[in-house]
């Protein structure tokens, strides 16, 4: 595995490759892999991570239940709560509101079906695909702990992608996010990163990336 003091260096590069913008910048990681099949299981990706450092800014979560689950998740801070009689009223124009604002939807298991069905069209083409949640789940904690979370996906492509946080944050603090991600992507393709990974890139929204190499 690639040291902590090295990905702090390189963080440092790709934060000052990327300039001053009018915006604060997102910092994304592509790990690019070798040697693997990429139609097989352990290379698709479409998978949630947690940061233990978090984001630079928490994600907007929206939770559909109804009930006791519908009452703690508005005590719990959600961004967005929609009951099970809104969401049978949502139109398409809703829909694609809700999937442009929010990064997680947390679902009430026994809503899942009404959920896919409305808002579904909107939520695939942005990779939102609805979050199952069970009715004695601790939606509070769930809302907290996808505060944090990030996406990893690719198509059938030997590399996968994330937002790891923002340029704003501390070197150190992104290093430990990407170290989550790598160990994270060893332990779904089985095998050391060192066997299946060429080298990963660091990048700012508008930066240049910055290339490490594992080895």
């Not at 590069?13 to 910092?27: C, P, R």
């Not at 694609?96 to 409305?118: F, N, P, Q």
């Amino acid at each position: 595995m690639i040291s902590k003091e090295t990905l702090i260096s390189k963080i440092r590069e790709a934060l000052e490759l990327g300039g001053s913008k009018k915006f604060v910048q997102g910092v994304d990681l592509q790990i690019v892999l070798k040697g693997l099949d990429p139609k097989s299981q352990e290379v698709r990706f479409r998978d949630a991570v947690y940061l233990p450092k978090g984001l630079g800014k928490k994600n907007k979560i929206c939770v559909i239940a109804d009930g006791d689950m519908a009452v703690r998740a508005k005590e719990g801070g959600a961004d967005l709560l929609i009951t099970r009689e809104e969401l049978q009223n949502i139109d398409k124009k809703r829909a694609k509101k809700i999937a442009s604002e929010c990064d997680w939807i947390l679902v009430k298991t026994d809503l899942m079906g009404i959920a896919g069905r409305v808002l579904g069209p909107a939520l695939g083409p942005r990779g939102k695909a609805p979050t199952p949640v069970p009715a004695n789940t601790d939606v509070i904690s769930q809302i907290n702990y996808y505060r944090s979370v990030t996406r990893l996906r690719n198509k059938e492509q030997l590399f996968v992608s994330c937002r790891v946080g923002s340029e704003k944050m501390k070197p150190e603090d992104l290093a430990d996010n990407i170290l989550a991600i790598l160990s994270y992507v060893e332990s779904k393709v089985k095998q050391p990163l060192e066997q299946v990974v060429d080298h990963i890139i660091i990048k700012t929204t508008m930066g240049t990336p910055v290339r490490v190499y594992l080895r």
